[in-house]
């Protein structure tokens, strides 16, 4: 398979998760006068959404960039993408339970929610972590070079992401909202560390533009 062919099914499987990731907003029947107060109900499901939006549109960012920085594929590298993938595309499943376990409002549901949500979130972020370490194995693979140093201040970050989660999940076991602000705080750190990756990259390029 060519990298373009890889990039292409990706850039689908991305593109689809991120349009149903709002069919979970499904019509009910309003009352007059009653749309201001189910919008007011609905904030916080509307906030999952968004999370859930930033997340996954996060991660095709980062996987944008780690294409860039890919020269050529090989089956493994193919086959750990579809990992990746597969494992993106659980965000959905995890959004929805949150969804639902917020509606009822009951505490064991919201705190299993978030577990795997935070599960998930691990197992995307081992599923980089992956691509990090096979890419940095196989320099045949590589695009460029000469970024070694800087590259080696960011290598670490989707192990850091997993850290986050997992303290999210330890967290559940005694406080739901001390969950969930470190639910959302390691979304907020996948994107600085999409940023810090990012930034390796245009390096990256610009030496490679230099040659």
């Keep these: 398979m060519s990298k373009a062919r890889l990039n292409a099914l990706s850039d689908g499987v991305f593109a689809i998760l991120l349009t149903i990731l709002i069919l979970e907003f499904k019509p009910v029947n309003i009352h007059p006068g009653g749309l201001l107060p189910l919008m007011l109900k609905q904030g916080p499901l509307f906030a999952m959404y968004v999370m859930s939006y930033v997340y996954v549109g996060t991660s095709w960012l980062f996987h944008h960039d780690y294409f860039i920085y890919v020269k050529k594929t090989n089956r493994t590298l193919n086959i750990l993408n579809l990992f990746l993938l597969f494992t993106v595309t659980l965000v959905n499943y995890a959004m929805v339970l949150i969804i639902e376990a917020l509606t ?11 577990i795997v949500y935070d599960l998930v979130a691990m197992l995307i972020s081992f599923s980089f972590l992956i691509l990090y370490r096979y890419l940095e194995h196989h320099p045949e693979l590589q695009n460029f070079t000469g970024i070694k140093d800087h590259y080696s201040r960011i290598r670490s ?22 969950a969930g602000i470190l639910l959302i705080g390691g979304v907020i750190f996948h994107f ?4 810090r990756y990012s930034q390796v990259i245009k390096i990256g390029v610009k030496k490679n533009s230099v040659k």
């Design 192 to 195: 600085v560390a999409y940023l």
């Design 104 to 114: 009822n409002g009951n505490h064991l549901d919201i705190q299993i929610g978030i």
């Design 157 to 178: 970050d989707p192990a850091r992401s997993v850290t986050i989660y997992g303290a999210s999940i330890i967290a559940s076991f005694f406080s739901n909202i001390l």
